[in-house]
């Protein structure tokens, strides 16, 4: 069982929809990620989250509004998306501090599909 | 920058027959090194990391050992099954990545034939 949990696991919605993505993690890391993932290639990042800060905004494009309510969650705000924002999206979390080289944990992901 | 380059694949196999992927890295000072695993319609899921040189990480009868001098954390296990049919991604973290970061390779698709 993963220990970082993603809802919905399958998202349908047309360009103009509003929907939200979901993350949470209870491992007391304070480092928190979304990445974006096209079929068989590496996972791109999008955001990073430490301390429930936004740290690094990988020039994703407005459309996509990320929130950190708090250390165990972590939102993803979709709005107007375009049919190229159809991929799986993935959550990972990791610790913080002296172990910042640890590995991050990866949730299974919301496959998301633009109309 | 830092980088990740492993073998092109995809990589077909019998069941039983010896793995290799091979993973070269380019980085400063000293990264940790990872391998994830990425079965079909579910996310990335570490299968084994090394912190520092020499380090040999081992899961499931994968091992990977981390060679400073060669830049390589080569994935290999002794006797593949069906079940390990799946994504595989060579990545690091830290050496002198923005914090945060991993960087990953382009991964490898195993497929395992009975």
């Given at each position: 069982?993963?220990?970082v949990t993603?809802?919905?696991?399958?998202?349908?919605?047309?360009?103009?929809n509003?929907?939200s993505?979901?993350?949470?993690?209870?491992?007391?890391?304070?480092?928190?990620?979304?990445?974006?993932?096209k079929a068989?290639?590496?996972?791109?990042?999008?955001f990073?989250?430490?301390?429930e800060?936004?740290?690094i905004?990988?020039?994703?494009?407005?459309?996509?509004?990320?929130?950190?309510?708090?250390?165990?969650?972590?939102?993803?705000?979709?709005?107007?998306?375009?049919?190229?924002?159809?991929?799986?999206?993935?959550?990972?979390?990791?610790?913080?501090?002296r172990?910042?080289?640890q590995?991050?944990?990866?949730?299974?992901?919301?496959r998301?599909s633009?109309? | 920058g830092?980088?990740?380059t492993?073998?092109?694949?995809?990589?077909?196999?019998s069941?039983?027959?010896?793995?290799?992927?091979?993973?070269?890295?380019?980085?400063t000072?000293?990264?940790s090194?990872?391998?994830y695993?990425?079965?079909?319609?579910?996310?990335l899921?570490?299968?084994?990391?090394?912190t520092?040189?020499?380090?040999?990480g081992?899961?499931?009868?994968?091992?990977a050992?981390?060679?400073?001098?060669?830049?390589?954390?080569?994935?290999e296990?002794?006797?593949?099954?069906?079940?390990?049919?799946a994504?595989?991604?060579?990545?690091?973290?830290g050496?002198?990545?923005s914090?945060?970061?991993?960087?990953?390779?382009?991964?490898?698709i195993?497929?395992?034939?009975?």
């Amino acid at each position: 069982d993963t220990e970082v949990t993603q809802t919905p696991k399958h998202l349908v919605m047309g360009m103009t929809n509003k929907k939200s993505l979901k993350c949470e993690q209870h491992m007391g890391h304070r480092a928190m990620y979304w990445y974006k993932q096209k079929a068989k290639k590496p996972p791109e990042l999008m955001f990073v989250y430490s301390y429930e800060k936004l740290s690094i905004n990988e020039s994703v494009p407005s459309r996509f509004s990320p929130e950190c309510p708090n250390s165990s969650l972590l939102n993803l705000h979709l709005h107007a998306l375009q049919p190229e924002d159809s991929a799986l999206y993935l959550c990972a979390s990791s610790p913080l501090g002296r172990d910042s080289n640890q590995p991050q944990h990866f949730g299974d992901g919301t496959r998301l599909s633009i109309l | 920058g830092n980088s990740v380059t492993q073998m092109e694949g995809p990589v077909t196999l019998s069941e039983e027959a010896f793995l290799t992927i091979n993973c070269t890295y380019t980085a400063t000072g000293y990264p940790s090194l990872f391998w994830y695993v990425q079965y079909p319609g579910e996310g990335l899921q570490l299968l084994l990391k090394a912190t520092k040189a020499d380090d040999k990480g081992s899961n499931k009868g994968f091992e990977a050992t981390y060679r400073k001098e060669t830049t390589s954390f080569h994935l290999e296990k002794g006797s593949v099954q069906v079940s390990d049919s799946a994504v595989y991604f060579c990545a690091l973290s830290g050496g002198g990545t923005s914090y945060g970061k991993l960087t990953f390779g382009q991964g490898t698709i195993l497929t395992v034939h009975p």
